[in-house]
């Protein structure tokens, strides 16, 4: 069967770069039969996750025979080449990322080291999902896109690394399901509460049907995510009401993730029985008798 070549890339076009993970661009191609790259070096690393087909990876004059579910990375400095199929050219996405010991750290604890460059795995639906958002971050995540693909980075990582703990598997079946489920989405929200959040694409995201992710989570914590999220938002507002007092409550409500003031206020109110700008008068007051 013959495929259609394809290319698409979306670079991070940003100025700023953070001491941690940084994304400098992600892509998906459709490769040609016999499309060959290198032999070269990279001063980055970058990272490919194989859709579909396959090819042969060389590292200095080792080959590896890679399939769908493989991943393959490339440390910067690092004579690489890489060749798709004659007969069933690979479909791939990849990552290019920047990062200090902290990316090292990571990449150790995803099962890469100096005599493995290469995971094998059969093909997984959250591995691809994660690395098309990273890609998808960069192109239409605006001004925070990079925040977000390091942050989806971040959360691939996390994947590889439960494989690597032997923490992956069937989630209905696994006895420790619910607990890894309960982790991935607290990690998700509380990187992801100041964005507008969606329960969908979250589940998405992770690799859960989102009606699984709602229930094993309501009953390992007895709120939904939706909940979580809202006491979330709450409590970093209280904290933000308890030490930015020249922002405003609505400069507040939107920091956290919460454009509408007024509902904003409703829930606050709901939850601790005081609106916001009594909640932060009373810590003030306080603070003023402790100095007197």
Partial sequence: MKHPYTYT???NHSSDRFHGLNVLFAGESQTKPGHKVGPKVYDYYLMHYILSGSGTFTIGETPYEL?????????????????SSDSDP???RWIAFEGNEE??????????????????QAADRRTAVLFHQ???SLREGGAMGAVQAAGYLQLLFSVYGGKAAGLEGNMERSENGGETLVRQVTHYLSAQFAMPVSIEQMAETLGYNRAYLSRVFKRATGMTP???LLRLRIDKAR???RERPELTVEQIAASVGIPDALYFSKQFKRLYEQSPSSYRRGVLQGEKRLLF
Avoid at 67 to 83: C, K, V, W
């Fill in 67 to 83: 399939h769908a579910g493989d991943t393959f990375l490339i440390e910067p400095e690092q004579l690489i080449r890489y060749t």
């Fill in 9 to 11: 890339v979306a670079s």
């Fill in 90 to 92: 690979w479909m791939y």
């Fill in 103 to 120: 990316a090292d750290k990571l990449l150790a604890s995803c099962g890469f080291h100096d005599s493995n460059r290469v995971l094998r």
């Fill in 134 to 136: 990273v890609y998808r």
């Fill in 239 to 241: 904290l933000l009401l």
């Fill in 226 to 228: 939706v909940t979580f």
